[in-house]
């Protein structure tokens, strides 16, 4: 146990030693890590809020169900059960004649006349959201196989079609630049690597000959990345959260916002998943720019 310990610790104490002995590659890796790490977490927190935008969208967007003027109360609760029952159902919302006729009124408030003579014409309702916009013809299509529903069901399908093609577009735009961002850093990483062992390839070659294993002479390398990368990513974590509170404290408080009643996640909200985040991608880059870096000096 004692002698496992031991090479553990050499083995991390050589990895930092690295860090420290090579500092300005070290600087160069971290400044670089750093930027291309704040990149990525500007699209990541960018993404995250895109979709928490979107799903407060998604839940307003509601479709009108009408019924037959001569619907009774009995039908009116069983329509409503097997709405309910219908796969991708979110809410339904029962809209009575009277809440129908004053939602109109307040609709067209000064012209509210017209309707004067058409309060018997305007049917019980009901507002159904989804759980996905995508199931939204759906949904349609099985609320109008059920009797006493008036085919003609009020939706904004431009509207959702051109939303769902919204949050796809920025969905695969956000990934594709999140991947060139990882691939920029396992670069960086491994020429930075590379420098430190391109300047121990003697040391190499001597413990290669008196029979140390490449996994012996490949950790203190890898724990350098790891190291980069660990450190890049508590430092852009910080930078990230200053950044994000700033520039969404004003937009929360523009006069867009409030009127559309929209909402952004708070830096306190993504904190531990960006954390985690970090962590796994500043440690993978870590040891993926390490082990490559590695192959021209070790047999793999």
């Known amino acids: 146990m004692t002698v496992r310990y031991s090479i553990f610790s050499y083995l991390v104490g050589e990895g930092f030693r690295n860090v420290l002995k090579n500092k300005k590659s070290t600087s160069a890796a971290l400044t670089i ?80 006349d017209i309707l004067k003579g058409l309060e018997e014409r305007i049917p019980d309702s009901f507002i159904v959201t989804l759980t996905d916009l995508e199931l939204n013809s759906s949904v349609q299509e099985q609320i109008k196989k059920i009797e006493k529903v008036d085919p003609d069901i ?63 002479i490949r950790w203190p390398f890898i724990v350098e990345g790891i190291i980069i990368g660990l450190i890049s990513a508590l430092i852009t974590v910080f930078i990230v959260g200053l950044a994000y509170n700033s520039i969404t404290d004003g937009m929360v408080q523009t006069e867009t916002f409030k009127q559309l009643g929209l909402k952004l996640y708070t830096f306190a909200d993504m904190f531990k998943l960006l954390i985690i985040t970090y962590i796994i991608l500043g440690s993978g880059i870590g040891i993926v720019g390490s082990s490559i870096s590695m192959r021209k000096y070790l047999e793999v």
């Open 33 to 112: 890590m750093c930027m291309a790490m704040f990149m990525f977490g500007i699209f990541f927190v960018l993404g995250e809020n895109i979709n928490y935008v979107m799903s407060q969208v998604e839940d307003e967007q509601g479709m009108r169900v009408f019924l037959d003027l001569s619907v009774t109360d009995t039908e009116i609760t069983e329509i409503e059960s097997k709405i309910r029952g219908i796969d991708g159902v979110n809410t339904v919302e029962y809209i009575s004649k009277a809440e129908g006729l004053n939602g109109y009124k307040e609709y067209l408030k000064n012209n509210s």
């Open 154 to 216: 009020q939706s904004s399908d431009m509207t959702i079609t051109t939303l769902l093609n919204i949050t796809k577009g920025i969905r695969v735009v956000t990934f594709v630049i999140l991947v060139i961002l990882i691939l920029i850093s396992i670069f960086i990483i491994t020429n930075t690597i590379k420098l430190t062992v391109h300047a121990r390839r003697k040391e190499i070659s001597i413990m290669k000959y008196v029979g140390a294993t490449n996994g012996f």
